[in-house]
């Protein structure tokens, strides 16, 4: 009998562990509350309306959900400038003054002073908020829900968070060749980190996720090293690609400069080495003319030309054929060059490699994966223990100089979302086939 109680004792005690903390008893004000907060389909949020500023017109309320400015956990975030305040009930009602500009003092709220907040933009002393502050119209009753909600907010852990586990989401393609090596990669990462304690105190995973189902629910963060990072994701993922994502996010970082910007250094190149200002489109090559190479299409067009300049991307995309056409005189961008890797991390990437297993084929691919990866470790790290998405997104815009990757090092801030922003410019010898070691490394204007 005493064992049967003990053993059931045990299971719930181990169920409560896999239990995400979101499922917490919640009561039903709680829940509606949270409902209006997260703006969840069918919540008042829907029919409701806000007022921005001196502007008369009414916008629908939907577009606005709280947690899309003052987070999941409602610690606020800073974001271009404005500071959501952290609204969690312990924070409403302390007294506090507001570091921002304004300066703002106010007295502890109360349900009367926070209802006057969120539908006439008054804090609690009577203080005009900011403008970024919506002015929403709900009742009464639907305020008490948001008060009371608020309450328990930050019982709602983040996905992807254990006591005692936390899971990255790693974006990898099935289809593409290089997924394996990857993965495999990502687990010797993980494992290494596992023996050292994992990541305060929780075991490391990478979990495979295809780009078309990565949606951020099931897990704390996402690296995407085969592309930019998915679209359509919540905004407050963590999520760390190789190269810049086309609509910057507020939570997404990229390791190195994009295509584009590669292609910029490769003009800057041009007009800084041979005074050229005019660099023209290979499709269209003259004799004589300096050329940026957009894509392997039109590699014996480019024949023409008299320099011809790509992106790294272009050239390994380019059959050997194609590349044998080349002038003497043409130059590759490389945005994450051997030369700038500090020895440190070439050390560390070569040993983890060796234990995944792998041969060499991949081997570039996998200093992405391995590169997002342990910006992501970094970061979380950073984080500590009592680790949110918030948190770590803030982590992120702290690091300086990192030097753990397989890139140059890596520097972020709350403007600056990529890591290293410039690229070598490499010559390529069409008569040997092959790259020089060095080349010139140019940054084009901080972004
Ligand atoms: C578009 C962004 C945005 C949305 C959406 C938003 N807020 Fe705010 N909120 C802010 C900003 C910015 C401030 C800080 C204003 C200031 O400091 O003057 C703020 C301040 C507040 C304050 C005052 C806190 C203090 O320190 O005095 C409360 C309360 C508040 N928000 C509640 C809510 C609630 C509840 C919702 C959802 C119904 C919501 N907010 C939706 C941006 C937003």
Redesign the pocket.
Known sequence: MARTIRASALAAAFLALLAPAACAERSASEERGRA??FGEKGSPLDTAEVQIGDLTTKLPART???A???GRTGAGQSERG????Q?TRDA?TRPYS?K?S?G?T?PP?TAAS?RN??RNGK??GGNA??D???R?N?TDKQLAD?WAFLDVIDDVADPGVTEDALIVGAVLDPANPATAAQQKMLNALAADINRLGGVNGRALSFAQVAPKAASGDAVFGLIAPQGPAPAGLAPDVPVISVLPPSLPSAAAFALVTSEADQVAALKLFAVETWGVVSVKDACGAKKGDTVILASAACASAAKAAQRVLMTQSVFTSMPPANRALLPPDSYVSIAAPLSRVAPNAQAAFAKTRSRAGNGKSAILAEADAYSAAALMVEALMRTGRDVSRAGVIESLEGVRNFEGAMTPPLSFGPNRHVGSRGAEIVRYDAKTASLASGGTWIEPGAR
Request: glycine share 0%; charged share 10%; proline share 9%.
């Open positions: 209006i907060y606005f959900p709280c899309s400015c003052h404005v500071n959501p305040s609204i409403l507001v921002a304004s703002r106010r709220y926070f907040a969120v804090d609690s908020l900011a970024a502050m919506p929403f709900f948001l």
